[in-house]
């Protein structure tokens, strides 16, 4: 419970904060550098890029981990295991095992080009 109910979602709400942080950044250096390059140079969408990879981390995290948030907020408001649906543990074992297939698939994804080439 200690694990599940507190930094779980702490994890989860710094990991977003960090997120916005970082796209603001590459944002600003990406301004930075249309204004001393010209609105035509390579990093024109280089932030969007950044953006969506890094989005797409936050997201198979969220997804690894929202079973085990889950149960820890229903054990925090109930009095019995009883009252768990009985599909939660299934799903707490399944959910939290994918983080290295997703972790390929988004490795996939943001190195697709040099992939196929």
Known sequence: ???TTIPLPLVLVINMFLYIA???KIR???HSIKQTLGPE???HKAHL???RAMSLFVVALAFQW???ALHGIYRLFTESDEDIPRILPHFMTT????GGILNLI???IIHKKKLVD
Do not use: G
């Not at 959910?95 to 994918?98: E, G």
């Open 1 to 3: 419970m200690i694990f």
């Open 22 to 24: 970082t796209f603001k």
């Open 28 to 30: 600003d250096q990406v």
């Open 41 to 43: 140079s390579a990093s």
């Open 49 to 51: 890029k950044a953006a």
């Open 66 to 68: 929202w079973a085990i």
């Open 95 to 98: 959910f939290p095992n994918t």
């Open 106 to 108: 988004i490795y996939a």
